[in-house]
């Protein structure tokens, strides 16, 4: 079993939708990160979070330590928000640790 | 700069070949990382840097891949004798601690897509 688990790995949704990608860990951990990969493959930081909740344009991600379980949620999505997002964690350290991956969700938003 | 510089962005070797690949982090970025993602989501970790100073080499395959971060250039990451399986991208990030703030992002590169044929 892999210590990062992401749901959907694939999941459609129409221009305009409210999208939620959902991301488990059992590890402990010092931090949580959101990537985005897009085709090309150059990948984005979106957050980095350890508590609660962080917003930034339509993108919200939360964290909840105790049940070790972290969500993405993108409001009014776009075409151009398809890409892979990825869960990543780093177990100490925080920002000089290294991060364990999810397997991703790949999302396609059509319009 | 602001970003991650990985060079090349593609790389084809014959097996057997060596292979090398550089990444300049971002100025005052004291922590590097190189990951290699073999499949399309499957990401492993290969070494970290704390400036010029091996931080966490655990997932290195000593035999072949090496690895170093010197003053005033950049950092590499080569790769001797090169087999089919080592095909794959090559990331580079690096990240930095802030004072007073226990966590600070990491800064991918482009990636460096190493092909062995």
């Known amino acids: 079993k892999n210590e990062v688990e992401q749901s959907p790995q694939n999941l459609t949704a129409q221009e305009g939708e409210f999208i939620t990608i959902n991301c488990s860990y059992s590890?402990?951990?010092?931090?949580l990160h959101w990537l985005q990969q897009h085709p090309g493959g150059g990948i984005v930081s979106l957050f980095m979070?350890?508590?609660g909740k962080k917003k930034h344009g339509r993108l919200i991600a939360t964290i909840n330590i105790q049940e070790k379980h972290s969500s993405l949620h993108i409001t009014a999505s776009h075409p151009r928000d398809s890409a892979v997002y990825i869960c990543?964690?780093?177990?100490?350290?925080?920002?000089?640790?290294?991060?364990?991956f999810g397997t991703g969700t790949l999302l396609a938003v059509q319009p | 700069g602001e970003e991650v510089a990985q060079t090349p962005k593609h790389l084809v070797r014959g097996e057997g070949q060596k292979a090398k690949l550089y990444c300049a982090p971002i100025?005052?970025?004291?922590?590097v990382f190189w990951y290699q993602q073999v499949l399309k989501n499957e990401f492993k970790f290969l070494i970290s840097f704390q400036n010029e100073n091996v931080f966490d080499e655990t997932g290195m395959p000593k035999e072949r891949f090496s690895a170093k971060c010197l003053p005033n250039s950049p950092c590499s990451l080569e790769i001797q004798a090169t087999k089919l399986e080592d095909s794959a991208v090559y990331f580079c990030?690096?990240?930095?601690?802030?004072?007073?703030?226990?966590?600070?992002?990491?800064?991918f590169g482009s990636g460096t897509r190493l092909t062995v044929v």
């Open positions: 979070l350890s508590s």
């Open positions: 100025k005052g970025h004291s922590y």
């Open positions: 990030a690096s990240s930095q601690v802030l004072r007073g703030e226990a966590n600070y992002g990491y800064t």
């Open positions: 590890v402990g951990i010092s931090a």
């Open positions: 990543a964690v780093s177990d100490y350290g925080g920002a000089t640790n290294k991060l364990i």
